[in-house]
């Protein structure tokens, strides 16, 4: 094995250059940590590494770091950070620093937290086992692959030559196996079951284990729940869940220094909402009484201790307080389509887009739909007293005290589908596919522009900003600068992961929704 590895020595090289060269240019610019942070479905664990400081682990969406001292979660390191793509099987503190060392299916990897730095080797068959020395900890780690143990010195890319000398036992710092760690906790033996079983009362499995013995604490990864802190002593133990239900992003709503996140739920994966402070040291679901089945998230609306919900099956209503009463519009409730679309405020209740036709739903939940249906509403904006409407066949403006809403009279563009609208100041901003338009407060008259196939690609969603407009699309995220004329862009997928689906600024940050996950962008950090 060691003589392959000093064969291929160049061509590791190579393409580790390659790799970074790539992901570097897809980039449109060099990114601090706190300026944008990826948070996805970190439920499931595959290996776990606990300091007197830290307690690493490793998911399949990225790196999860937890500080003790604090009680608290840091920002996750995903993709965007340099995560590795290849599954981590083991992990261990590396504690002559806030670092850790990763068993990866194709070789190892080492993150340096306080650097914010990741180093890779390529290993074939893998690397299973990881050791310390406890006489020698700057010298390096033993790596365990299908030929055995190696010694990778620091620094180096590349296991030493020749076999490796392994340090005497006692002297040995090495990974644990959950089952070997259960025997040695009485407790967590007793609790196993109940630790392992979620708020569906689905049962699942430890898959990772790591202790740290001068705290006498346990920590437990497993293959949905997340992390499981227990304490040896006291057989006491909390599920330090963190991270999205989904690891989908479909919608995303202001709350009160936060934000909630809805996402599609695919296979096995839970249902619910997700809330996220601003600083994201910690996340609470609303998973128990909230359950969307397999139904397509659309939009979220936020209305005080209230938050609607738009799927393609109907409309929900979940109460954010207390044990997340919800309710369901559907079409037996009155509503023009349980295919819902968008969403916006009402004077006394909610404005409903759906696949035929828009409905409001007062207070009181009465429901009742504006003009005949049948036309696709696929945005809406409150002005004041005034609901803009765009539908599949063009822009249309709902006035008070009429009962559906009326075409109005503009250039062709704003007769094709209007995916979004927003209001910045005076100015109404609409959006079709792939152009951008806005009107006049003054005059009435609309000018319209293409940001461009390379900007955004197919554009999905709009948000209002100090100034300008937010653009999400397919392949990009944008901020127009109405006054100016100029677009500043995010590339997917070297800035954002996937397609954007839904977006909010809420200074200090920009929140984004896309398809693998929600991104907290800082919004002095992207802006002009």
Known sequence: ???????????????????????????????????????????????????????????RHGLLIYDRGAQAWRAPVTALDGYPASLALVALADVTGNAVWLGLTDGWARYDEDLNRWERGYVA??????????????????????????????????????????????????????????????SASAFRSLMLTDRRLQSHRFTAASSAPLQHELYLGTDGIGLIKMEDISGQWDVLSYGLLQSRADAVAAGARGVWVAGTAYGGERRGLTWLPEDLSTTTYLESAVGFGSAEVRRMLGVGDVMWVATNAGLFRVRTSGAGDMRRFDLGSGLASEDVRCLAPAP????????????????????TNFGSGGTTILSLLQVRESLWVGSAAGLALLAPGENAPRFVDADAALRSPIVALARVGDTLVAATADQLAWRDPAGGQWTLMRPGASSVGAITVLAADQGGVWVGGSIGLAFWSIGRSTFRSLRVPGDLPATIRDLIALPPYVWVATDSGLVRLRRDAVRP
């Open 1 to 59: 094995m060691l003589g392959q590895l000093r064969a291929t020595r160049p061509a590791i090289l190579v393409l580790l250059t390659s790799v970074l060269s790539v992901s570097l240019s897809a980039q449109t610019r060099l990114w601090r940590p706190d300026e944008r942070v990826l948070l996805s479905d970190f439920s499931w664990v595959t290996a776990v590494a606990a300091s007197n400081w830290r307690v690493y682990a490793a998911t």
């Open 125 to 186: 068959g893998g690397v299973r086992g990881l050791m310390l020395d406890n006489q020698d900890l700057a010298g390096g780690v033993y790596l365990r692959g299908p030929s055995g143990w190696a010694h990778l010195s620091r620094g180096a890319l590349s296991p030493d030559p020749g076999p490796a000398r392994l340090p005497p036992g006692n002297a040995r710092v090495t990974t644990i196996d959950p089952e070997t760690a259960l025997q040695q906790s009485p």
């Open 348 to 367: 006394d209740g909610v404005w409903v887009g759906t696949a035929h036709g828009l409905s409001i739903v007062t207070a009181d939940d009465r429901v």
